[in-house]
Structures are given as structure tokens and as C-alpha cells.
């Protein structure tokens, strides 16, 4: 099992950009040891700015920073950074244009115990509905690098959530496709398929865990890795629906608003198929580590087959 | 820096004419913010037109002085400067502002050249400033960065998160401005929510604090003059003002005008006190 979270994946690539280029800031709120940013701050100092507990704060203050040529990565619990700091986000970040990337750590119910005030199940929607932000969430450790490497290069604002816990990996440090804003796509969109299975995030692997499942009972199933959840990569969602019977969006969201509902749009608006989203409940979700509440909800490879299996009958 | 030999009668009376610039926006358009434009035009005169190393040409210039106009409803004062500055033409501004696609949105918006970030949501612009402040000092440049709030507007907690900050990293570069007006939409502020202990408050986040006259220019200019010669804290000037100031008995120090679009009698009105106001200054 992989012992590292993909919030130290996005600490070991800023590290080493940041010997190299100045710029690179990292702003915390009281939150470089949650965002396993610690080694950073201790590496560069004068490159490490700590705010406090303050999310707005943060994310105006790096939105200065950014207007004033510098790169800021702001480190926070996505529940507080995409809802408390949210018009910062929406006016100093998106509206502003400034290049500021926004990290959502310990996202989803990465805190399951913790109760719905650090649960982030409403981050995707809140995010996406802003124009000129952008919105991923990675699977594991390599696409996690890999996507910061891209997110250096470039000097538009983000939003980038991840979780708290190491996932399993599903890719390597020598066998990770990556295409900024294309879906890494498993199985094969030109066959004919059954199910076409978009997940994103820490659902991925389960999503991965699901077309094996189904693969032995003679049902195949391609899986779409959607870590670009805005933009959307629609023409993979197209030729995903397109070469199967059913569509099942698996995401760690509320179930509005999320990656489903606009894989939905896009499905309705372009080649009409079922869709079955798969998500938290539009509720209080239940008390307990995220894995016990993930197998509670059938958001694991069992559940996602038996979805799968249900609807196709 | 090109910096001019400080005038105060100059700006006074320049301060005066962009109030009428400001007023043929506001009518034509049919809306804008006329009192908070009146009370804080001195502030951003002298910020403009003595203060500040920020022209047209250096406007791309990272060593440039920074400025967030953080209570962004007194855009319109702001464009009338910004044109005066030559960042665009006045007359493009007064027949476009808040019109059908128009880029002088109702609030500053910085697509437009001379403005440095969106505002309009109020509470920004001193966090901002901030990032702005801390950034300049991390590069070794010598900008200082200048945002003006309103009174109304020191009651979001997030401006308190900001001079928390700037108090803690001692950001001799940052310089606020509250236009001390004293009124907001719904009446008094100390009625709506009482800052009486402003000066205070502010000193204890670790501030230098400056009172003045805010509809003086030679004291604006002074104050400014003061904050640059601290080295070791953020300044902030109250700039006590009246709000509506130079419109005459019609408008100053009334709540309604805090948005209210005048008549065409008022406007003859408004004219005249500032016609008024601008023969004595030009005789003292």
C-alpha cells in the first residue's frame, strides 16, 4: 500500500520547482501540517507565508501577490477554502485574473468523523459555477505531480482538490499518461462497451476495482480518469457514452452540481444515454473514516459493479 | 518619477472640476454613487496628482506604486481621475459609463488600463493590498501600495483580517485610506454599526494611525507625506470627510445622496455650489 498522500506529491514537485524559481510561493492558514507543507516552509522560508487562521485573508492576500508577479499556491481544508474564502475566490482570483492556485486539502470526506463542517461535498459545484476557475481533482500521487507540473507552466487561477489519506496508486513514476485537461482514459473508447465509468478523485480506483469486477462476469467497461473536472473533457465523455450501453459517473460530491452533473450535460446534449450518478448523499453523511463511509454509500468497486449490473439487466 | 512641485490650490480646484465630470456620469448613465464620490475625490487627487508614481506610461512597471480602490462604488470619482490621469478619454467615460457592453462597469473593473484589480464587493481591498505589500518588499522594490475603504465598509471582518496581517509583517509600504464620511446607505454609522474607536482600533492591529482632514488637500498631502517617513508599520490615514462634499447645502452630509441621482434642477444646483466653491478657492 502507498504511503503517501497526495497533498506531499504536491509539496515534493513545489520543492522542486521552487529551488529554481523564487517565485513559487506557499501560503498557509494555520495548515502547513494538514497540507504536508512543513518540509516546504522549513526549505524556504522566504518563500513560505503563514496568515493564520484566515482563509479570506489567504486567498486576497495571494491574489496580491499574483498581481504583483509572484506564483502563490494557497494550502487550506477544501471545506473552509472553497466556501469560506469563496468571493475571494470568485472576485480577487477568478474575476481579477490573477495566477493563484488554491489547494483543497484533506477534500471530500477526507475528515469522515469530523462532521459536515470539514466535509468539502460541495467544493466541486461551488468552484465550477465560477467563471475562469478551474477545477481538478487527481487520483493518486503521480497524476497529482504530474498536474502540478502543468499548473506551474501556466498563469491562470485553479482549484485543485485532494484528499488526506495516501490512496493506492494507479499509475507509476514511469507509467502515468498525462495530457493537460484530457481524461486518462482505461480500457478502450472505440470498442463496444457496456458501461462507460467517469470517476475522479479517490474514485477512481474503485471505478478501476468496478470494470474488473464487471470484466469477469463477462461485462466490459472502459473507465475514464476525469481529474480535469473544469474544464470538462467532453470529447472523452462523448466517446465514452457513445461506445457504451450506460454512463455511471462515480464522485466523493454531493450529488448536485458535481462531475456527474455536467458529464449529464454533456451525455443529453450530445449523444443521449443513460446516466447514473454515483455520489454522497443530499444529506448528513454518516460518522466514520472515509473508507467504512464510502462502503456505506456503495461508492467502492463492489457497489459501483453492482450499479452497473442492476441498470444493465 | 516626473512629480510636479506640490500645488494645493491646483488640486483643490482640480479636485472640484472632477466632481462635475463625476456628475455628468452619474446623469447620464441614470446611476452611481455621487456622495462617497464627492467625499473621497480630495483623497484620490492627491494620491493621483502628487502622491503616487503611477502614470500611463509606467503603468506596466512592476517598481510602480499600487492602488486598490477597495470601496468600489466611488468609481465613478475613481474613472474621472483615471481619464484626468490620461488612462482614457473623460468624454468616452461620461457618455459610456454603465451603458448596454460598456467596459466602465459600474464598479472598477481591470480590463480597463490604470486599474489594477476588480473591486465592488466590499472588504477586498485591504487584504489585497496585503499580497500587494508583502510582494513589493519580498522584490526590493520601492512601490508602495495605497487602498481606499470606506467607513461602511471597516465593519466586514475581513478587513480586520487584513490589518491583522499587515500589522504582523510591519508593512511600512502599505497605506490605507478609510474615507471617514460618516454616513452609509442606511443612516449614520454610528447608528448602523458604531466605529467611534477607530483610531484606536487600528493602532492596536499595529498600525500607525493618522487623522486628517479628508477633504483638505494640503492635508491629505501632509498625512502622506507623514505615513512615508514610518518605517516599521503599515500606516492609516481616517480621512474625516463630508460626505457630498463641494455639492453645496443640497447634497453634503446627506444619507440619501449616498446614491441618489440628481434632477435636472439639482444637478444646476450641484453645478453652481461647485462653480461656487471653485471662485473662492481660485480669490483666497
Same mark, same amino acid.
Given at each position: ?313 | ?66 492602488? #486598490?480602490? !477597495?470601496? %468600489?462604488?466611488? +468609481? ?7 481619464? @484626468? $490621469?490620461?488612462?482614457?478619454?473623460? &468624454? ?109 482600533? #487600528?493602532? !492596536?492591529? %499595529?498600525?500607525? +494611525? ?7 488637500? @494640503? $492635508?491629505?498631502?501632509?498625512?502622506? &507625506? ?59
Amino acid at each position: 500500500m502507498n504511503k503517501i498522500p497526495n497533498r506531499q506529491a504536491i509539496c515534493e514537485t513545489l520543492m522542486a520547482h521552487a529551488k529554481e524559481d523564487r517565485h513559487i510561493y506557499a501560503l498557509c492558514s494555520d495548515s502547513r501540517g494538514s497540507a504536508s507543507m512543513t518540509p516546504f516552509f522549513n526549505a524556504f522560508p522566504e518563500q513560505s507565508i503563514e496568515v493564520g487562521i484566515a482563509e479570506q485573508n489567504l486567498v486576497s492576500i495571494a491574489a496580491g501577490m499574483a498581481h504583483c508577479g509572484e506564483k502563490p499556491y494557497c494550502f487550506s481544508p477544501a471545506c473552509f477554502i472553497s466556501t469560506r474564502s469563496y468571493e475571494q475566490a470568485k472576485v480577487d482570483v477568478a474575476y481579477s485574473n490573477t495566477n493563484v492556485k488554491l489547494i483543497g486539502i484533506s477534500g471530500g470526506i477526507s475528515y469522515g468523523e469530523l462532521g459536515m463542517s470539514h466535509h468539502s461535498a460541495q467544493d466541486i459545484a461551488a468552484m465550477s459555477a465560477i467563471p475562469n476557475m478551474r477545477v481538478y481533482l487527481p487520483s493518486d500521487r503521480f497524476q497529482t505531480a504530474k498536474l502540478i507540473e502543468s499548473l506551474l507552466q501556466d498563469k491562470k487561477p485553479a482549484y485543485v482538490r485532494v484528499g488526506r489519506n495516501p490512496v493506492e496508486d494507479i499509475y507509476s513514476e514511469t507509467e502515468c499518461p498525462f495530457e493537460m485537461d484530457r481524461a486518462t482514459v482505461h480500457g478502450d473508447l472505440e470498442a463496444e462497451n457496456d458501461v462507460a465509468i467517469i470517476a475522479c478523485g479517490e474514485m477512481v480506483r474503485p471505478a478501476l476495482e468496478a470494470a474488473k469486477l464487471l470484466q469477469d462476469k463477462g461485462i466490459k467497461a472502459v473507465v475514464a480518469d476525469m481529474y480535469c473536472v473544469k474544464p470538462l473533457d467532453q470529447d472523452t465523455v462523448i466517446k465514452a457514452a457513445k461506445s457504451a450501453k450506460l454512463v455511471i459517473t462515480v464522485e466523493e460530491h454531493a450529488p448536485y452540481g458535481g462531475m456527474g452533473s455536467a458529464v449529464a450535460v454533456t451525455v443529453g446534449e450530445n449523444c443521449p444515454k443513460k446516466v447514473i450518478t454515483m455520489a454522497l448523499p443530499d444529506d448528513h453523511v454518516i460518522t466514520g473514516k472515509s473508507a467504512a463511509v464510502f462502503d456505506y454509500y456503495g461508492l467502492n468497486g463492489e457497489g459501483i459493479a453492482k450499479k452497473a449490473v442492476e441498470v444493465l439487466k | 518619477m516626473n512629480k510636479q512641485e506640490f500645488d494645493a490650490k491646483a488640486l483643490t480646484v482640480r479636485s472640484l472640476e472632477l466632481r462635475k465630470v463625476v456628475l455628468d456620469m452619474i446623469m447620464k448613465s441614470g446611476g452611481g454613487h455621487i456622495g462617497g464620490d464627492f467625499s473621497v475625490m480630495d483623497t484620490l487627487v492627491t494620491l493621483y496628482f502628487d502622491q503616487m508614481n503611477i502614470s500611463p506610461e509606467n503603468q506596466d512597471d512592476p517598481d510602480r506604486d499600487y492602488f #486598490i480602490m !477597495s470601496k %468600489g462604488h466611488s +468609481v465613478e470619482s475613481y474613472y474621472a481621475v483615471l481619464a @484626468a $490621469k490620461g488612462f482614457f478619454e473623460t &468624454e468616452t467615460v461620461v457618455n459610456e459609463f454603465s451603458q448596454f457592453g460598456s467596459r466602465f462597469i459600474g464598479h472598477p473593473n481591470n480590463e480597463l488600463p490604470g486599474i489594477e484589480m476588480n473591486s465592488g464587493s466590499l472588504g477586498h481591498g485591504l487584504p489585497v493590498s496585503v499580497g500587494m505589500a508583502l510582494a513589493c518588499r519580498k522584490e526590493n522594490r520601492a512601490s508602495r501600495v495605497y487602498t481606499v475603504m470606506g467607513d461602511g465598509e471597516v465593519a466586514e471582518g475581513s478587513v480586520w483580517e487584513g490589518f491583522m496581517a499587515a500589522g504582523h509583517y510591519k508593512l511600512a509600504n502599505l497605506c490605507a485610506v478609510v474615507d471617514r464620511n460618516r454616513l452609509q446607505i442606511s443612516g449614520a454609522t454610528e447608528q448602523v454599526m458604531t466605529h467611534e474607536n477607530l483610531h484606536a482600533q #487600528i493602532e !492596536s492591529f %499595529g498600525w500607525n +494611525v493618522i487623522e486628517t482632514d479628508g477633504n483638505d488637500i @494640503a $492635508k491629505l498631502h501632509e498625512a502622506f &507625506e507623514q505615513a512615508k517617513t514610518v518605517t516599521d508599520r503599515p500606516t492609516c490615514i481616517i480621512a474625516n470627510t463630508v460626505k457630498g462634499y463641494g455639492g453645496g447645502e443640497i447634497m453634503e452630509n446627506k444619507a440619501a445622496w449616498h446614491h441618489h441621482v440628481p434632477n435636472q434642477e439639482e444637478y444646476d444646483q450641484i453645478v453652481k455650489a461647485l462653480e461656487a466653491k471653485k471662485e473662492g478657492v481660485l480669490h483666497e
